[in-house]
């Protein structure tokens, strides 16, 4: 079954405005990661947030966690068109392998100039 | 410097016949993996290694076998191939499983016809 479910699936602003998205997971986790992928590239770490934090901070992202809701969010502030990106959480289930992350289905986001 | 790197990048090839493709990372991590993302952008752990030792092995028909000579190169070696195939090849590493950030590769885009 489908660990990490990010929604919307798809999401469409304009430059300046913030992109808000969500991950829901259904087991217990040690920790939540966020990715970014480019159209035709691969993957790259954004954000890594474990089970006891509740919000982090990088630059222009805030993640938040939330375990009781088993659920997540990914805020970009003040977007530029270069975020235009998918965007996937990753989970490591509990119980489970510290070695397979299990990865949602992503959101597009597409940030008009 | 690309940490990780395929080749190759594309891949064309017939029903029936066996490819390899070869993965390297400059990193010095202990873990490395292969995931696969079908056309709705959905990735899929297939295997994971650590020290060169098979540590996950995600429900992958045999036709797949991946081989790590050492802890820098984690190849995967195709038989048979299937239509269904078809699909994006990431590898990636980490420095310890998935309580790290995961380091992709850009993608091998397998097309079977």
């Known amino acids: 079954s489908q660990q990490g479910e990010e929604d919307p699936q798809a999401l469409s602003i304009q430059e300046g405005e913030n992109a808000t998205m969500n991950c829901s997971y259904k087991?217990?986790?040690?920790?939540l990661q966020w990715y970014r992928q480019n159209s035709g590239r691969g993957l790259v770490h954004l954000i890594l947030i474990r089970s006891n934090e509740r919000e982090k901070h990088s630059g222009r992202l805030r993640v938040t966690l939330d375990t009781s809701k088993k659920s997540s969010s990914l805020l970009i502030t003040a977007s530029r068109a270069a975020d235009t990106a998918s965007y996937f959480c990753?989970?490591?289930?509990?119980?489970?392998?510290?070695?397979?992350?299990?990865f949602g289905k992503g959101t597009l986001l597409t940030v008009n100039p | 410097d690309t940490a990780v790197s395929q080749t190759p990048k594309y891949l064309v090839t017939q029903m029936g016949n066996d490819k390899s493709i070869k993965c390297e990372q400059n990193?010095?991590?202990?873990?490395m993996y292969w995931y696969k993302q079908d056309s709705k952008k959905f990735l899929k752990i297939m295997f994971s290694?650590?020290?060169?030792?098979?540590?996950i092995n995600e429900t992958v028909p045999n036709r797949f076998s991946p081989k790590s000579p050492d802890k820098a190169h984690l190849n995967l070696h195709i038989n048979s191939l299937e239509l269904g195939d078809s699909a994006v090849y990431f590898c990636?590493?980490?420095?310890?499983?998935?309580?790290?950030?995961?380091?992709f590769g850009n993608g091998t885009r397998l097309t079977v016809t």
């Open positions: 990193l010095g991590h202990d873990t």
């Open positions: 087991t217990s986790i040690n920790n």
């Open positions: 290694y650590n020290n060169k030792e098979l540590i």
């Open positions: 990636a590493s980490s420095p310890s499983g998935g309580n790290s950030p995961l380091h």
């Open positions: 990753a989970t490591d289930e509990r119980p489970g392998s510290n070695y397979k992350l299990t």
